[in-house]
């Protein structure tokens, strides 16, 4: 199996997933807005493409509905059919490619001290998520960033 189409597979799923468990409004607020835009397309996408193809088009309604347990299932039929569409597997790189990249960072513990989530010299695009959930905590930082964006 090609790495790259692995990868690539691996990647629409778990752009995909929270697309597909959570609602709209929560989906942008953690997302944004393109981001949405952009899993919307890629799941509309894929129903188009696989409308003919029973086996897929099920994998994609049973994730739909149960994303956690189907997510695997979706990533296999993912690497098959993208290295049989190369025109699919680029419009799904390119969507991920402007979606720009992510980072998630959870911390879970019951006590903390001096604990940051993200510290950054800078960030020019992409998204960044903390979730810290810490019982006792001394000195906790979310996020530490420099310069977001741009430099103008």
């Given at each position: 199996?090609?790495?790259?189409?692995?990868?690539?597979?691996?990647?629409?799923?778990?752009?995909?997933?929270?697309?597909?468990?959570?609602?709209?409004?929560?989906?942008?607020?953690?997302?944004?807005?393109?981001?949405?835009?952009?899993?919307?397309?890629?799941?509309?996408?894929?129903?188009?493409?696989?409308?003919?193809?029973?086996?897929?088009?099920?994998?994609?309604?049973?994730?739909?509905?149960?994303?956690?347990?189907?997510?695997?299932v979706?990533?296999?039929?993912?690497?098959?059919?993208?290295?049989?569409?190369?025109?699919?597997?680029?419009?799904?790189?390119?969507?991920?490619?402007?979606?720009?990249?992510?980072?998630?960072?959870?911390?879970?513990?019951?006590?903390?001290?001096?604990?940051?989530?993200?510290?950054?010299e800078?960030?020019?695009?992409?998204?960044?998520?903390?979730?810290?959930?810490?019982?006792?905590?001394?000195?906790v930082?979310?996020?530490?960033?420099?310069?977001?964006?741009?430099?103008?």
């Amino acid at each position: 199996m090609d790495p790259i189409t692995a990868t690539l597979a691996a990647n629409v799923v778990a752009v995909l997933a929270p697309y597909v468990a959570v609602g709209t409004q929560e989906f942008v607020r953690n997302a944004g807005k393109d981001a949405y835009e952009k899993a919307k397309t890629m799941l509309a996408s894929l129903k188009a493409k696989w409308s003919g193809d029973e086996e897929a088009t099920d994998a994609l309604t049973r994730f739909e509905g149960k994303p956690e347990r189907y997510a695997p299932v979706l990533e296999d039929v993912l690497r098959e059919k993208l290295t049989e569409d190369k025109e699919l597997a680029m419009m799904l790189s390119t969507l991920l490619e402007e979606m720009g990249p992510s980072l998630e960072v959870v911390q879970k513990m019951e006590e903390g001290r001096k604990v940051t989530g993200i510290e950054a010299e800078e960030m020019s695009g992409g998204r960044a998520t903390v979730n810290q959930d810490i019982r006792t905590g001394e000195d906790v930082t979310g996020a530490r960033i420099r310069r977001i964006g741009p430099q103008r």
